[in-house]
């Protein structure tokens, strides 16, 4: 007999939710055959068989599981599966559907305006955000109005009230499960991470038609975070401690590989997936990753192979009003940069004329015991120059 162990897929939940069996009760299955599919806080991921057996199921679809619990059995032919426990009953707390709609089908009701009966018309057992997107083009087509209705909230559980208790907590707002997830990442980074923040002023008056005519030549959408992304990969050499995983706080373990994590979000939540080794690969590559990405993120189907592994992050503010964003320092990271949206600027030349520029904030937070202002100002210097002047090397390679 075989126990199915929930791996550990991540290090920022402590649960996961079965979304679906995708083998059945009693089902013979082969090795690498998919089992089962969990969801985290961010994506989705399938199980599969280590070998051949009869998959018996010890939960049921809807229960949430932790790392290491055994969800299955396999047992092997011939055995009688007579005394084998029946699948243990999902938790369920009051006003809870039948049905299972996963994290990201949930923050779609919401962005999209689907009602729990257009959701509960589709006849499915475990709802996902592909699902609706018929539900959302029809609407849109037809130009009708959807009534919102959103699921039943539970209070939140804390330690003390967060309002008096003659007053009514019906009325109480509960983030989605993604969102708290990503409240213990940003807490977590405050209580372990004493981080400081330096921001620069950077002119990408010539980077911006760079991007464009290497659009045109690559066939790929190419743009300042694009031409970032590179530019920051390829300072690993020059700056091997921004891109270090810390192990206490006095030593940091090199890497040899820039694994840039870049924030996405569509309106269905935030994701940090990864650009592997993105000092070493063509533009046109990375500007592909970074295309699938927000296709991804649309359809809220990222795997968590998709989301680890990065040891720097660059978080993306399009939104021309921002000024300035400090982003938080990545649990397992050091450094973490935040690109704003380009902006005009007027300057005066040499001649006394005045010109208008775009410039850009370009922003470094960085985890204080590993580097200092001095560090930081070169980094963000480096990467300056590379935007300013783009297609040179900023590795000096």
Known sequence: MTEV????????????LLVEWEAKDGQAVRAGEPLAVLETSK???ELTAERDG??????QVGAECSPGQVIARLLPDGEDPGDDPAPAPAET???QEEIVITAPARRAMEEYGISMDQVRALGRKVVRRADLVPLHTSRARTGGAVSVTLPPIEPMRVTAPLIPPDQDDSQLIEPSRAQRRTAEVVERSHREIPASFTVMRVDVTGALPFARAETKRLRALIGLPELLVQATGRLLDRFPLFFATPVD????????????GVTVDVGGGMYVPVVRDAGRRPLDE???????FRKTALSGTFRERD???GNIMLTLHTD???????????????????LGAPRPEVVETREGAFVTRKVISLGLAYDHRFANGRDAAEFLGALRAALEKPGRDPGGR
């Open 320 to 338: 021309t009003s921002v000024i300035t964003a400090i982003p938080i320092v990545f649990p397992g990271q050091i450094c973490a940069l935040s």
């Open 93 to 95: 707390g009051a006003g």
């Open 307 to 309: 989301l680890v592994g």
């Open 249 to 260: 706080g006095r030593r940091a373990r090199r890497a040899t590989t820039a694994e840039v």
């Open 286 to 292: 990375i500007a592909r990753d970074l295309a699938g």
């Open 43 to 45: 994506a989705a991921e």
């Open 5 to 16: 162990r929930v791996p550990k897929l991540n290090n920022n939940d402590a649960s996961y």
């Open 54 to 59: 009869t998959l018996r199921h010890l939960l």
